[in-house]
């Protein structure tokens, strides 16, 4: 069972990140992130794009990036896409984690699905 959360429904204070492990791609670390409430745990954060704010899907980026930085406990660059991203009516997005690399920037790892 798939499920998506509305963008206006979003909680920062529902996402939990695991332990982060160095990065496949480039130098640095990967934190594969979690969404959990009292009743559903989501690998990844899974958010329907129907009907939604651009501002609202901005504002969900900086929460999950704040939220990181003060998991780490120390100063961050944010690298922030999601305002540049272009998506349609009937698309999800798909937060997979945060990567963080040697020069203290982060930024989400996510898609954009149809």
């Known amino acids: 069972m798939n499920l998506l959360l509305q963008a206006d429904a979003f909680k920062s204070n529902f996402v939990y990140f695991s332990e982060s ?7 640095g670390t990967y934190t ?3 969404y959990c409430n009292d009743f559903f745990t989501m690998n990844g ?10 501002e ?9 990036l ?3 930085s003060n998991y780490v406990n120390k100063p ?8 540049d991203t272009k998506y349609g009516a009937e698309t999800y997005l798909k ?3 945060v990567w963080e690399n040697t ?12």
């Open 76 to 83: 961050t660059i944010k690298t922030t896409k999601l305002a």
């Open 103 to 114: 020069n203290g920037e982060i930024g989400l790892s996510y898609k954009i699905l149809l």
């Open 21 to 27: 492990k160095p990065n496949a791609l480039f130098d």
């Open 95 to 97: 937060i997979t984690g």
């Open 66 to 68: 704040n939220a990181y």
């Open 32 to 34: 594969k992130v979690n």
């Open 45 to 54: 954060i899974h958010i329907s794009l129907s009907n939604v704010r651009h």
């Open 56 to 64: 609202t899907i901005v504002r969900i980026e900086a929460d999950i």
